[in-house]
Nanobody
Framework: VQLQASGGGLVQPGGSLRLSCAAS????????IAWFRQAPGKEREGVSC????????RYADSVKGRFTISRDNAKNTVYLQMHSLKSEDTAVYYC???????????????????WGQGTLVTVSS
């Protein structure tokens, strides 16, 4: 499966963005999807994940209450809605897919086999 992340851009602090992760080559509904991010000079961080049926989701403490992950299997797309953006949210955001069964997901990179190319989110005034 090929993943294409999009929706990044420049936004002021307090603003919102919605990232999309579109899949091609195979149906996305058999994959758990996660979003990761990597800021300049920092290690990759797991942001959020969602199980195949969307029953299970998980968020990093740093984004809880501000970010929402969702998926539309009919459109083969997963979304990350981001509100109340802060400068520390500035990073390249990557989506990843893994054939992980069950109703619980984890943002551990080794669980994910397929990665998108990343989309840059810059939060700045």
């Amino acid at each position: 499966v090929q993943l294409q992340a999009s929706g990044g851009g420049l936004v002021q602090p307090g603003g919102s963005l919605r990232l999309s992760c579109a899949a091609s080559g195979r149906s996305l509904n058999i994959y758990t999807i996660a979003w990761f991010r990597q800021a300049p000079g920092k290690e990759r961080e797991g942001v959020s994940c969602i199980t195949t049926t969307a029953i299970g989701t998980r968020y990093a403490d740093s984004v809880k209450g501000r970010f929402t992950i969702s998926r539309d299997n009919a459109k083969n797309t997963v979304y990350l809605q981001m509100h109340s953006l802060k400068s520390e949210d500035t990073a390249v955001y990557y989506c990843a897919a893994g054939p992980i069964p069950g109703d619980v997901c984890h943002t551990l990179p080794f669980l994910y086999d397929y990665w998108g190319q990343g989309t840059l989110v810059t939060v700045s005034s």
